[in-house]
């Protein structure tokens, strides 16, 4: 069975600070990779997407790779903002039907 | 851009009650899916449906039932509301059952059961 860790629980940065966010996972066969956003008390919003074959995606200030030898993927924020404060999720897909295995997430704080 | 909703924010019922979550997509996704989110224990999945009609037990089934008559909108019921199922529900819904797309969530429904 899949399991995804993602550590830490809780991150707390000062502004303008470049951070990263990890997630590890214990069967590297899977179809894609998603990393997504959750602001408190609201659903889930996509953020990068990595397929299988991809090693990293990039989207504005976010870069996600994916190292599937290693279980492996990195979520970078570069010049981090308060805005940026969430609870940040990855999921895996393993291909049967698009459904998510989804760590328990890390929860971001930017501070001024 | 997609927009998924769900029926009520809040929903505060009682114990023994029959709950139904409503869920609606308006761009025409094949796939959607019903998961229950808890501290500690993250998003797990309940249920999903790839085409109407059509469903398929997630990793807690257990207690709930869904319902898919049309393409569009993916409900879940609750036959005999407990107190354990009190806890935040999130629909999604994706583009295919090919495994590659995106899921896009509702805002949730914050499920009280007294």
């Known amino acids: 069975k899949q399991e995804v860790t993602q550590i830490p629980a809780a991150l707390s940065v000062p502004e303008g600070e470049n951070l990263v966010l990890n997630c590890s996972f214990t069967?590297?066969?899977?179809?894609?990779l998603q990393w997504f956003r959750q602001d408190p008390g609201k659903g889930l919003t996509s953020l990068l997407l990595?397929?299988?074959?991809?090693r990293e995606q990039t989207s504005g200030r976010l870069n996600a790779s994916l190292d599937k030898s290693s279980g492996r993927s990195t979520l970078y924020i570069a010049a981090s903002q308060p805005g940026d404060s969430a609870t940040y999720l990855c999921?895996?897909?393993?291909?049967?039907?698009?459904?998510?295995?989804f760590g328990t997430g890390t929860r971001l704080q930017v501070t001024l | 851009d997609v927009k998924v909703t769900q029926s009520s924010r809040y929903l505060v019922k009682r114990t023994g009650e029959k709950v139904f979550l409503e869920c609606v997509q308006d761009m025409d996704h094949e796939n959607m899916f019903w998961y229950r989110q808890d501290p500690g224990l993250g998003l797990r999945l309940i249920y999903f449906?790839?085409?109407?009609?059509?469903?398929e037990k997630g990793d807690i089934p257990e207690g709930y039932s869904v319902s898919r008559e049309k393409k569009e909108r993916f409900s879940l019921i609750l036959e005999s509301a407990s107190t354990n199922q009190t806890s935040m529900y999130l629909c999604a819904s994706s583009l295919s059952a090919g495994g590659g797309e995106t899921q896009y969530f509702g805002p949730g429904t914050r499920l009280l059961v007294l």
């Open positions: 999921a895996l897909n393993t291909g049967t039907a698009s459904k998510l295995t």
């Open positions: 990595i397929q299988s074959s991809q």
């Open positions: 069967d590297s066969a899977i179809y894609n």
């Open positions: 449906s790839y085409d109407v009609k059509m469903k």
